[in-house]
């Protein structure tokens, strides 16, 4: 079983940044696609950012394209979620994500196999 779990989260004031992490572990992950995803009070959780096995590809959302930055560093199991200029809009529950299967591209309209249990960004205006 592969275990996500995400830190970094917190209250920022709008125009602040923050840097999500997400550590993977348990059973060893093949080629995983990695991606954040973010569910707001009330809304639907929407696909924010997603990254390829080796960092050659990633896929952002519009709303996040220019202010977010996805990486990661595979001899830590871990990928980050770097935000600037953060927005009131972008407060949410972030979650972590991985899937053996998909690409970046197909990870912004697909399911993932596995979830961490995410972290709250509070963005005040």
């Known amino acids: 079983q592969v275990q996500l779990v995400e830190s970094g989260g917190g209250l920022v004031q709008a125009g602040g940044s923050l840097r999500l992490s997400c550590v993977g572990s348990?059973?060893?992950?093949?080629?995983?696609?990695m991606g954040w995803f973010r569910q707001a009070p009330g809304k639907e959780r929407e696909f924010v950012a997603a990254i390829s096995w080796r960092g050659l590809i990633t896929n952002y959302a519009d709303s996040v394209k220019g202010r977010f930055t996805i990486s990661r560093d595979n001899a830590k199991n871990t990928v980050y979620l770097q935000m600037l200029s953060l927005k009131a809009e972008d407060t949410a529950v972030y979650y972590c994500?991985?899937?053996?299967?998909?690409?970046?591209?197909?990870?912004?309209?697909?399911?993932?196999?596995?979830w961490g249990k995410g972290t709250l960004v509070t963005v005040s205006s």
């Open positions: 994500a991985a899937d053996n299967n998909k690409t970046p591209i197909t990870a912004r309209n697909s399911g993932m196999d596995y």
């Open positions: 348990g059973r060893p992950f093949s080629t995983p696609t």
